[in-house]
């Protein structure tokens, strides 16, 4: 997932679609849960 990020981050398009989504208010919230394993 954060290799993905990265890319996302390096990526000129990714950025401008992100911008162009937070200036139109298409992003009102974002919430992500993550789990992780921790039995041995």
Same mark, same amino acid.
């Given at each position: 997932? !954060?290799?993905? @990020? ?6 000129? +398009?990714?950025v401008?679609?992100? !911008?162009?989504? @937070? ?6 919230? +974002? ?5 992780e394993?921790? @039995?041995?």
């Amino acid at each position: 997932y !954060e290799a993905y @990020r990265a890319r996302l981050r390096a990526d000129p +398009e990714a950025v401008a679609n992100f !911008e162009f989504a @937070r200036t139109q208010r298409f992003i009102l919230r +974002e919430q992500r849960t993550f789990c992780e394993d921790v @039995r041995p």
